[in-house]
């Protein structure tokens, strides 16, 4: 029987590496202003300034809220079908810090709306992409951008191969623990930053939150209302349908964590903006108690179809919460103990999850060229691991080699697609401004 290894050589000769470095746009590609406004259908009207607002910020802004526009433009292009669970929307910025179960920090993807079975390069690609542009963000030499983009695609390919080649077992439990990666850090900045963001989130707690998001009215704590961007509507007043809400939730949970879960009782639900992708789908935040007054912060979201699923497969999950959670909990080392799903009025499909359970979220705009190559390497070791257990890690290491053929390739690609953002948020402010969106 033909090996895995050689079978990704032989993948060579359908979708040659080189050509992973082309791209062009499909000739029925429609305009920018039409691709934005299809990912806005059935949004809260009310917040799609807000969402325009946040991706009118710089071309790296836009290009978080536009992974379906990738999608469509990766899918017009050779690639090679080696399926893995791949995150969806996969930039710099949804890489991250959190807590454990076990309460360790680690880092690792946190963002998984857009999460199907899809080719591993899609994810690299797009993850390539997002380091040239934070670089162009940061006014760094364009020499330095592809500089990224190649050194994320190195650390991707040589730990696919490394990771190939380990027990399956030891790789499900691998973790990257951030209090090792600062220790090993060569840079000292990035090692510093690394120190100040575990410092901070080993203080956040729930009851921190408590006192900084809500208010106390007459001895009851309550959301306060931030408007744009945190508020209470008429439709979030129906504790009866919310109490429904969480009971679906509750049997999405492991039995003892659902044991936990039932010990807290529905306080308040507000409405809250979050991203740029995400903004104007229906995002809560529960506020919980216990019978010691102790609080416990739910993020509730509405989860679509993946932007993917029209250019490979639907999901196998015919609830799209559950395609969120199914996805998380493949890619991720540890994902929360409250990740779950349930349905809301109207058939809506959502996921729930901790609010800022102990999150590090990257300061990427503060990173000079020094950070953001060891964030380069970081990131495409944690994304070979995600791959390499949900996916053919042997095909993906006999297709990718030992030489540096494929990293030149997805580089080039990387800096022609940033190119290609940068005339496609042009074309954004022109219809912003125009008022055609």
Known sequence: MISHLKQGKELRQQVGRKTQGEFRTAHSRPSVADMVKASEHDRLPELIPVRHQRMAVSPFSFYRGTAGIM??????????????????????????????????????????DETLPAPWEWDLKRLATSFVLAGRNNQLKEANNEELAFTLV????????????????????????????????????LKQMLDAAMNK???????????????????NFEIADQPPLIYHETVTDD???????????????QTDRRSLFNQYTLMDVALKVVGVGSVGTRCYVLMMMNHKEEPLFLQVKEAKESVLEQYIAKSIYAHSGQRVVEGQRLVQAASDIFIGWSTGTGGRYFYLRQLRDRKIAPAVDEFDREVLIAYAKLCGRMLARAHAKTGNASLMSGYMGKSEMLDEAISRFAVAYANQTEKDYEEFIKAVKAGII
């Not at 730990?159 to 090993?184: P, R, T, V």
């Not at 989130?201 to 001895?219: C, D, F, H, W």
């Open 71 to 112: 999608a469509l433009d990766l899918s017009s292009l050779p690639y090679t079908n080696i399926q893995v669970q791949a995150i969806g929307d996969c930039h710099l910025m949804n890489f991250g810090g959190f807590a454990t179960p076990e309460r360790t920090l680690v880092f690792d993807a946190n963002d998984f």
């Open 154 to 189: 190195q650390s991707y390919r040589r730990h696919i191969i490394e990771f190939e080649q380990m027990s399956l077992l030891d790789l499900w439990y691998m973790k990257f623990d951030i209090q090792s990666i600062a220790e090993k850090s060569k840079s000292i900045e």
């Open 201 to 219: 989130a080993q203080k956040e707690s729930n009851e921190k939150i408590l006192y900084k998001t809500t208010r106390n009215v007459s001895g």
């Open 239 to 253: 504790k009866t349908q919310w109490v429904q809400f969480l009971n679906f939730y509750s049997q999405t949970l």
